[in-house]
């Protein structure tokens, strides 16, 4: 993928640091988008791309660590902090919320694009486990009611005739289930079902016995 499909917003009330910085973004090849107010970023419809926000604390209205909680709230890309002053409190506050850099005004272009950098690489790692996990709850719900009531008992490791026993069927059905979760959730090893069920916050079940 090249910067050209990788998206960075920046939202800066200063006129001179939007352009300043839009231009350099775009010169370095990603697309840049850039905003006035908090308000101007929640309205623009984003593409669906590995992304940046670039945001300054001090804003009109909403400032930039009112906007990064709101944001918490849902999916949105990793931020990158800028202020025109020193404001510890300020950048604390701001790596609790799992950014990835507090940097200070003007920015130096090495430490501006090694966080835009980094904040965009976050941003596709965390796009790929969501897609990842989407297709495994897909799998999940291709089972039957009775397969994935047998499924934690399997992933627990139970014998076939302990999970029989703790449903009240027969081996046989067990041993059926099993063979059809092991093909719908696409695993050859129980190994890897039990890391899938782990991902898919599935319990693990003890017997009862």
């Known amino acids: 993928m090249s910067p050209r499909d990788e998206m960075v917003f920046v939202v800066d009330d ?20 850039t905003f006035a107010a908090a308000a ?10 590995p992304a940046c926000l670039i945001l300054d604390v001090e804003l009109p209205g909403i400032n930039g660590l009112e906007l990064q909680k709101q944001l918490s709230r849902d999916l949105h890309p ?71 009531e047998v499924l934690p008992l399997v992933v627990s490791g139970l014998p076939d005739e302990q999970s029989a026993a703790e449903l009240g069927i027969s081996e046989i059905t067990v041993a059926m289930l099993r063979s059809e979760i092991m093909q719908k959730m696409q695993v050859t090893s129980l190994a890897d079902l039990a890391r899938i069920a782990e991902r898919l916050q599935i319990p693990v079940i003890r017997s009862r016995r």
């Open 40 to 49: 101007d970023y929640l309205a623009y419809a984003k593409p669906d791309l």
């Open 78 to 148: 990793p931020v990158v902090f800028l202020t025109g002053h020193d404001d510890i409190p300020s950048s604390v506050r701001a790596t609790q919320g799992g950014t990835i850099g507090f940097l200070r005004k003007p920015v130096g272009e090495r430490d501006l694009v090694a966080a835009v950098r980094a904040a965009i690489d976050r941003d596709r790692v965390q796009r790929s486990a969501r897609t990842e996990l989407i297709e495994l709850e897909r799998r999940l719900a291709a089972l039957t009611p009775q397969g994935r």
């Open 14 to 33: 200063d006129a001179r640091v939007r352009e300043a910085l839009g231009e350099l973004l775009e010169s370095l090849g990603w697309r840049a988008e």
